[in-house]
T-cell receptor, first 112, second 113 residues
């Protein structure tokens, strides 16, 4: 069974304190790994897609990386507006187009 | 701007009633999905559709149905609402193809009493 596990469940940072969120996966064959941001009361918002080990993508203070077993979302010098729940999801071999398996998310709080 | 909208945003219903949640997208996407989000479970797929007249069951489809009569809409029906269906429901859409990112609606918070 495909599994996606995110850690930690919650992370509190001071503004400017860099850190990383982890998404580990156990799947039969990874086609793509997605990162989403979700603000309270809103739907998830797409951030990145990673396709193969070694790939990296950046957007402002966020950088996503991918290995054969996990992905990291690095947050550099975070600001309070980066506070949100970060979700990762995988698309795997043998599943129909667009079907994603989500992790449970990491709740990030950045204090000023 | 293209968007995906859900209605209502909040609903309270009684056990046993039929409830329909609406989802409308103006992206002209072929793929549409319904998820539910619960504490401790994350987002779980209920039903999905790859185009008009196409519907498929997801991992938690019991008690739910969908129909796709046009590209823009995928309504989700709870045939006989149960307390276990109290949740936040999200609709999403994506372009046809394998690794296309999904765009989500704002969600509908449903409470079954």
């Amino acid at each position: 069974e495909d599994q996606v596990t995110q850690s930690p469940e919650a992370l509190r940072l001071q503004e400017g304190e860099s850190s990383s969120l982890n998404c580990s996966y156990t799947v039969s064959g990874l086609r793509g790994l997605f990162w989403y941001r979700q603000d309270p009361g809103k739907g998830p918002e797409f951030l990145f897609t990673l396709y193969s080990a070694g790939e990296e993508k950046e957007k402002e203070r966020l950088k996503a990386t991918l290995t054969k077993k996990e992905s990291f979302l690095h947050i550099t010098a975070p600001k309070p507006e980066d506070s949100a729940t970060y979700l990762c999801a995988v698309y795997v071999d043998g599943t129909s187009y667009g079907k994603l398996t989500f992790g449970q998310g990491t709740i990030l709080t950045v204090h000023p | 701007d293209a968007e995906i909208t859900q209605s209502p945003r909040h609903k309270i219903t009684e056990t046993g009633r039929q409830v329909t949640l609406a989802c409308h997208q103006t992206w002209n996407h072929n793929n549409m999905f319904w998820y539910r989000q619960d504490l401790g479970h994350g987002l779980r797929l209920i039903h999905y559709s790859y185009g008009v007249q196409d519907t498929n069951k997801g991992e938690v489809s019991d008690g739910y149905s969908v129909s796709r009569s046009n590209t823009e809409d995928l309504p989700l029906t709870l045939e006989s609402a149960a307390s276990s269906q109290t949740s936040v429901y999200f609709c999403a859409s994506s372009e046809a193809g394998m690794n296309t990112e999904a765009f989500f609606g704002q969600g509908t918070r449903l409470t079954v009493v």
